[in-house]
Structure formats: structure tokens, C-alpha cells
């Protein structure tokens, strides 16, 4: 069994605070680290897809950045091995190929001045390894989308995440989003109901776009493909990064700088 020790303590107060996500930091600046859990037992939702463009997006905002895949499938690492070199740095970190002769505990090791931890993870979790994922997680990010297979399992997943893997959602870690989304439909509303009937935060709906397929495979985020085809992409991450950014300063929630795109760069 995995057995993801590698959550290193936060430092007490960063040097910079806690900056925008679209600035970019000092050269010799290091933020406190931001730890992003991307799960549901359901396959095929889109957490691979999610932690991906995540990775993308805070590198191109100038943070350090490690996109660390639990999954066996191995789906984040071979974006990775597609990303072109002259594309913002993401260090890979994964938990299941080998890397030599090295100890599974130094594979898995983060390296100190990682601003910003992402974790894909596999689906068919059970109790325990939830528990295992999200522990010393910052945010734990949950993609759902809209049929009734897929809010069934979401539903069964948060039972779980609740009850078995003990997350608090007084503690404002979990929140849902709607993932590959075509709005005006029943399911879209079914959806919608679904998600605002839970007590936890829904921070965010991603529509159904090839933009997420090209970046896919293209080892980018959606933000770096041409500026002309993503401006409705860009909108809806916002409220996302938003979120995320909050939860190192919960009262920073409502006074957070507004986002600004990262520089834009041509596909690799
Ligand atoms: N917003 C989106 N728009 C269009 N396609 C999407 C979107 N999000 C994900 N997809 C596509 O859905 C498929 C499944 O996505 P992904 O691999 O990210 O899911 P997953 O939850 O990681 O799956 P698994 O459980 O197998 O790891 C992929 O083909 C991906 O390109
Ligand atoms: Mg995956």
C-alpha cells in the first residue's frame, strides 16, 4: 500500500505573505506551500484534467510548482513527458514509476521550495486511502460530472471523504466542481441542485471544451493555448483560483486582488 508521508509542516508565516495567483514571485522568494488534493472515486470525472491545468496555470504564474500523480495509471506524468521544455517548470513527482535507484521515500520527497502541491489521484479510493491522500491537505478539490452515475458515486465519495476519512467540512478543505459541462441542459440543472444540496463549497463550472483535450495532449494548460479560444475557460477559473488562494488566509476569502491571466504562450 502507498503510504504518502511526504506532507512537510507549512512555515509559520511566509516572507511574502500570500500574494495573488497571478504574481510573480522574486527570484529568490519562496511562499509557503499551498497543498491541492484533486479526487473522486469515480473514474473518468476529470481529476487528471483538473490537477494538470492547475500544474500549468500556477506555473505560468511564476510559482514553484510540483504535480505529484498517486495514480498507477500514470495519466499526469505522461502529460508531463509532452510539455514542452520551454514551458513554465512543473516538477513531476511520481509515486509509482521507478526513478532509478532511489528510496520510495526520497522518490516521493517534495522538494523544500515547492509553492504549490498538486495531487491527481486515482479512482476506486476507499476509506483508507483517502485518508491517506488528503492528509495536511490545504484543498481537496472534487470534479463531478453531470449524470446520474457520476452524482452517485460523488455522493457515495463525500460520504466517505466525511465520515470514514474523518475531513471536517466546517474546516472549508472540500469543495465540488462541475466538470465538462453543457449548460442549458436537465442534467446540467440535476447537476446543479446536486451540488448545492451538499453543505460544501461549489466553487466552479467547467464547461465541456476541446480546449481541455488539446491541452491535454499538448503537455500545456488551457491557458496556454491561444488567447483567442479561451476567454470563456479563463472566466470560469477564476472563481477557482480564488477559492484555492483563500484558503491559506480564510478572511482574505472576500478580499482577494482580482486575477489576472498568466503571460500567454503558444501551444508547445
Ligand atoms: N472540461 C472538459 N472538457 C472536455 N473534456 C474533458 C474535460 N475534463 C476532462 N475531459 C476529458 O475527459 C476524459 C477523462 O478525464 P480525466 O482523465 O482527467 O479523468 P480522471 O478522473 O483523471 O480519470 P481516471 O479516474 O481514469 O484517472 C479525458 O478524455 C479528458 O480529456
Ligand atoms: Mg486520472
Known amino acids: 500500500m502507498l503510504n ?45 484534467t483538473l490537477s494538470t491545468n492547475l500544474a500549468g496555470y500556477y506555473a505560468c504564474c511564476g510559482y514553484r510548482t510540483a504535480l505529484l500523480d498517486t495514480d498507477p495509471q500514470g495519466s499526469s506524468m505522461l502529460w508531463l513527458r509532452n510539455r514542452a521544455a520551454h514551458h513554465p517548470r512543473v516538477t513531476g513527482i511520481s ?89 442549458n441542459t436537465l442534467m446540467y440543472d440535476k447537476l446543479l441542485r446536486f451540488l448545492q444540496s451538499l453543505g460544501i463549497p461549489f466553487i466552479a463550472t467547467l464547461r465541456d471544451t476541446q480546449n481541455s483535450v488539446h491541452a491535454s495532449e499538448q503537455g500545456v494548460c488551457i491557458h496556454e493555448l491561444d488567447a483567442r479560444k479561451i476567454g470563456e475557460d479563463v472566466r470560469e477559473w477564476e472563481e477557482l483560483i480564488r477559492w484555492l488562494e483563500s484558503r491559506q488566509t480564510p478572511a482574505a476569502a472576500t478580499t482577494a486582488a482580482p486575477l489576472t491571466q498568466p503571460g500567454n504562450q503558444p501551444a508547445g
Not at 9 to 16: D, R
Request: hydrophobic letters at 45%; one cysteine or more; glycine letters at 8%.
Open 95 to 183: 509515486a509509482y514509476e521507478r526513478a532509478g535507484r532511489v528510496t520510495r521515500s526520497f522518490q516521493l520527497r517534495v522538494p523544500p521550495d515547492i509553492e504549490r502541491l498538486i495531487v491527481d489521484t486515482p479512482a476506486a479510493l476507499d476509506g483508507m486511502r483517502l485518508q491517506e491522500l488528503t492528509r495536511g491537505a490545504d484543498a481537496i478539490l472534487i470534479p463531478v460530472l453531470p449524470s446520474d452515475i457520476d452524482i452517485h458515486a460523488a455522493s457515495r465519495c463525500i460520504a466517505e471523504l466525511l465520515l470514514t476519512a474523518h475531513i471536517d467540512r466546517r474546516a472549508g478543505q472540500v469543495a465540488v466542481i462541475a466538470n465538462r459541462v453543457k449548460k
Open 4 to 48: 504518502l508521508n511526504l506532507w512537510r509542516p507549512k512555515p509559520g508565516s511566509g516572507p511574502a505573505g500570500n500574494p495573488p495567483a497571478a504574481a510573480i514571485p522574486a527570484a529568490a522568494t519562496v511562499r509557503s506551500l499551498l497543498r491541492i488534493v484533486v479526487l473522486n472515486s469515480k473514474g473518468g470525472c476529470g481529476k487528471t
